[in-house]
């Protein structure tokens, strides 16, 4: 009983301070708390998701939301200081009748699912072994619902892209963190995020973990190596970040459509192989997904600079 | 040679969405043969389009189940008439306008962007899943911001974005839709979800309207259409206003007949036909208020796709005969208007301007451009023998047939104002040029043809009307 | 999970999805739309992971896949808008300083 | 139940959470941000180190112990690199403005 009472304590204690930090993170009107207050809602969320039984969404969470999007989110407010867009908002009436008619269209949705089970983590389970994978997010991720995991790749590849064609990377924070304690720190924060999203990846097939929080792992590791540079350049690797970014797709299409051959499907693995063609399949993700937020961390493409390092303001 | 091709032909469905994604891998990682990687892979999209649209019409919808695992566990792909028919639309306008885009210089990013946008409309109409197309909805998104963005203006920027944060809230609505859905049913696959009903559906089907709505743009959210319209290169803006908008009115003409939910959603439906009616009125509103002449064929496009929308009604009572109506309107629709952009894009890259004024001794100087903006003008206000005319006069013969007269009196008087709009926009080019510009005629170069060639598709979809309707409806949702 | 765990996480999740399209109604800044279009993401994701927890026991893994792909794609579109964003005023300072010169 | 590892450990952690308080209250109360620096990251190094510590005990598991410690060294690798990089900008701002 005690322990029930502390934890619905926990819970709501959690579920309170998340909703507080949205509302003033959307009211307040200084631009870099409205971004401060984000990453910080992204980590809370994060440990409210492990009391859902989510660590593995909590760990994809905080390194996406906080992490990525955090320094993103940085980036582009000190670099739009001053200019802020349109005049001072006012508006109250409108944006909060919106807001009512969503939630109180969202809760009257919710309300009946309380108690009530639907869901398919019986049929899953039941069919674990014809897949190669036992832990049951990753079985859907790349064997029952791969097409969408397949589609999700693209969806990154297609963001770089499209971040590329906006202009070359500037340095990144002009080589501001440089130093010998930086340099030290990275010796040895590097080789441990790498063992660490291996790890992640090679236990994704029986427990919580997997391509896309190995990919986020090691995308920090990419981050980190293009911090140790005293000028803040971004090698000009054109090719070597276009296949590594390409890999995930790649592999699935190759794969996906070889595999069609032997059993009649696309993205049907043959159960005698299916556990080395998903390991294959998300190794080639991984490298991918981390290649691909590293360099939408850039945020431009890294071409060869000549002489001076951009434009000094 | 029947096994050969009958092992191809079932594999068609997931072929139509692998080749793109393919090609758009392809110009990614090679990108000194993008343009070449997409001239092939456009021609073999297109093949493979047509053929599965004429085995459809032969011998009815065709059914693939990816990665063996069928619904309710696995995601199924679902070819019927409808979707056949879109597909293959999608095929020929990317492909022959993709053969048209000259991208400024990162033409591997336009040409991977061209690709997956393309993979993504395929997705979103073969796929039987609430969640595959959402993730093919956000790719589509992803893909169309950066053709919009690919000038590198500040114009085009700010539109770039305000189209990507209308996507981005009309895709997390349509989340929240289907997680409410899977939640409540049990199941991601839209023909299991036909008899869905109860709190959670309703809601469920409210936020996942309102985000599409969102995204394709219809009244009164479409405040983002004509600034990415207007700014996109012209091949974009011709597939943008052509099919990609038309992909989220597609998935509510699915959702409000297909799934019906048991919601009684009589009165639903009448609203989003008064949306439709709102959207018809405005659009040409602005139309008329607009300057430049992409803007006008941007808000011709807001206006126009009040028509389908309001078709939303008439499918729930009229069943068939309103879809073959709609869909006709809808292709021609797609032809008159990518037309009309290419035609705009090539008056653009001429005059370096497409302000109306501007647009004066039009005829002389490019008689197959100006060609090419009248037959488009003629389908959109729906003159006959254009396939606009044939679609509405199908349209207003379903109205009559269950006594709803008052749609029949919306689509007479849309006509009227088109008419209205387009002509008075048009009307300078007959004017005589200002005398400092050569009054020769310049010659023609591709473009201009090519947005005639696509422009005549619009009429020929009149006569075409027979094959076109018995496709749509074949094996078809009412 | 029980169903007041789920109960008390659903309702901070509509709390924050309303938390989001009020800032999102607000805002005419574009940084602050794009992190209101993410504090209503985070929202409807934990809706998601509490629907999925709500049965007690092991977590339905379709809605935690769901999730994990509606993350990273809502991350990659974000990154995309931050983009545009940092590159317009990148636009700007440039025009900016040419006027100057000029 | 009560054996004495896990009152021990429940000690620990209490220690522990009181110290995380404090480093917070100093986070909020400090004047200067050296100072706020000092309370965050020493506070919070010492604080997670006798959580750590006392659920290790009450865990009795050697692998979850080492575990836990392992991200214990990581949390405080990487709170000191950053303090370390906060409080030289912090100083090369000082320079900057005593310069002018």
Redesign the interface.
Known sequence: MGIDAAALLLDVTLAATVVALGWRCVITADRFETVAVFIGISLVMAIAWTRLEAPDLALAEAALGAGLNGALLLAAWAETRGIEDGPAERRIAGPALLAATTMAVAGAGLAPLVGAEAGLAAEIAARLDQTGVSYPVTAVLVDFRALDTLLELCVLLAALAATWQLGAARPLLRGKLYGPVFVAYVRIALPLLVVLAAALLWRGATSPGGAFQAGATLAAAGVLLLLVNPAGRVPALSWAYRICASLGVLAFLGLGTGVTAVTGRFLDWPLSHAGALVLVAETAATVAIATTLALLVVGGRPVAQRGRVGKRH | MGTTAETLLAHLPIAIIVIPLAGAVACFVLPRAARALMAVLGIAGTVASGWLAADVLEHGARGYVVGGWAPPLGIALHADGLAAALVALTAVLMTVCGSLARPRRSGDAFFTSWLFAWAALAVVFLSDDAFNVYVGLELLGIASVALVASPGTRPALHAALRYLAAGLTGSLLYLLGAALLYASEGTLSFAGLEDAGGAPAAAALAFMTVGLLLKCAVFPLHGWLPGAHGCAPAPASAVLSGVVVKSGIYLIWRLWSDTLFGVPADAAANLLGALGVGALLWGAAMAWRAERLKIVIAYSTVSQLGYLVMAVPLLRTAGVEALAGVMLLAAAHAFAKAGCFLAAGAVLARRRSDRLETLAGLVSQMPIAAFALGVGTVSLVGLPPSGGFAGKWLLIQASFAVHAWWWAAVFIAGSLLSAAVLIRALAPAFEAAPADCASRAERAGASEWTALAIALGALALGPLAGPWTSLVTEGSIP | MTSAGFVIYATAGVALIGAGAFGLARARDALRRIVAINVAALGVLTTMVALAARGGGEADPVTHAMVLTGLVVSASATALALALVRRMAHLRGEEDADGHDG | MNSIPDVLGALLVFAGTAFAVLGTVGLLRFPDPMSRLHALTKADGTGLGLCVAGLSLIARDVSAAMLMILLWL?VM??GA?AA??VA??LLARQESAGGN
Do not use: A, E, M, V
Request: no cysteine; hydrophobic share 25%.
């Open positions: 990581g690798l990487s690199t370390h990089l030289r900008r």
